[in-house]
């Protein structure tokens, strides 16, 4: 299988940037599509970004279109999140997803076969 491992969380001012990166090993060549999602306390699992194999194709929410950019980097196993523009309401635990089935991009949790344990994003007012 895949293991994936996230880092770049913390605390930021709202207005404030963040980047998250996500760290694949194991089965690497195998992955697919990659995805981050979040879940505030309280609250379901929702998508956030989504980027093909090639990075080629890429897909995001509408809650953060134009304000974070998913991006990845095959040699060296990473796929990254540019987080701009942050306010209180993307204060949650994010996490980064990684599928072995042949999918283009993932929209959904049951797309992907692999997470990681999550890092803490916390936006201040």
């Known amino acids: 299988q895949v293991q994936l491992v996230e880092s770049g969380g913390g605390l930021v001012q709202a207005g404030g940037s963040l980047r998250l990166s996500c760290a694949a090993s194991?089965?690497?060549?195998?992955?697919?599509?990659m995805g981050w999602f979040r879940q505030a306390p309280g609250k379901e699992r929702e998508f956030v970004a989504t980027?093909?194999?090639?990075?080629?194709?890429?897909g995001y929410a509408d809650s953060v279109k134009g304000r974070f950019t998913i991006s990845r980097d095959n040699a060296k196993n990473t796929v990254y999140l540019q987080m701009n523009k942050l306010k209180p309401e993307d204060t949650a635990v994010y996490y980064c997803a990684a599928t072995l089935k042949p999918y283009e991009l993932g929209y959904a949790p049951y797309d992907y076969d692999n997470w990681g344990q999550g890092t803490q994003v916390t936006v201040s007012s």
């Open positions: 194991g089965r690497t060549f195998s992955i697919y599509a």
């Open positions: 980027i093909s194999k090639s990075g080629g194709k890429t």
